[in-house]
């Protein structure tokens, strides 16, 4: 049930669930060195930063599969950003 919840915050609000992450557990200060680091990914690239936190492990950082669960988090940001771009242009056209 949990598990679920995490996955609906995270969807629909990704800063929210940084910001969770954040106080409930420790993920972020052990996946990241520095809180400017964090707070970058927090501002700009929310998904990344959540997937980068989600996906690493504390002895041997991110490898494998969580390279693809990370770079997928930057299209979905990549994503968010353009399509808000192409929304007005078409809202303009009109």
Partial sequence: MGCCA???VLGGAPRLALFLLWIFTDRLTIAFDSF???LLG???LPYTTVFYALAY??????????WFIVILGFVIDLGSYTSG???NRQRAAV
């Fill in 85 to 87: 771009g192409y929304a």
């Fill in 6 to 8: 995490g996955v609906l």
């Fill in 57 to 66: 492990a504390p002895v041997g950082g991110v490898s494998g599969f969580g």
């Fill in 42 to 44: 927090f501002l700009f």
């Fill in 36 to 38: 400017i680091l964090g």
